[in-house]
């Protein structure tokens, strides 16, 4: 295998792996998205999984019924921003994906089945 391969392997399978906090329901929202600059909301809750932006503002974790489906930590996966702070502003809730904004023009695309995080520009 490839160096460049096994290394980007290593480096999905740390990123995406870590302790997950217990996540606190008053902060879950109902709605389709949560900007942190107007709302104290943390999460998403669609279809019975809550998805969770962490205490760092760097990790969003999925939940169903209370236990972790996936985690990852944007930041590390897509890297620090240019311009702004290394942390999640805004989340969206689409079909299939959830859209990330991160410091001040950093946009990220998570697969809401698998955790998978890009890096959209």
């Known amino acids: 295998m490839k160096p460049f391969l096994k290394l980007s392997m290593l480096t999905f399978f740390v990123t ?23 709302t ?3 999460g998403i809750k ?7 932006v962490e205490n760092d503002l760097q990790t969003i974790s ?10 990852t930590n944007v930041i590390s996966v897509c890297g620090e921003p240019k311009k702004g702070n290394p942390e999640i502003r805004y989340v969206g809730y689409n079909a299939n ?7 001040k023009h950093n946009f990220a695309e998570i697969d809401i089945n698998s955790g998978m995080t890009t890096l959209v520009g």
């Open 46 to 52: 669609k279809n019975n999984i809550v998805y969770y």
């Open 16 to 38: 995406q792996t870590g302790i997950a906090e217990k996540f606190n329901e008053a902060l879950i929202s109902k709605n389709s998205e949560i900007n942190f600059a107007r």
């Open 40 to 42: 104290q909301k943390r």
């Open 62 to 71: 999925a939940y169903k019924r209370s236990k972790l489906k996936w985690q």
């Open 97 to 103: 994906k959830l859209l990330i904004v991160m410091g």
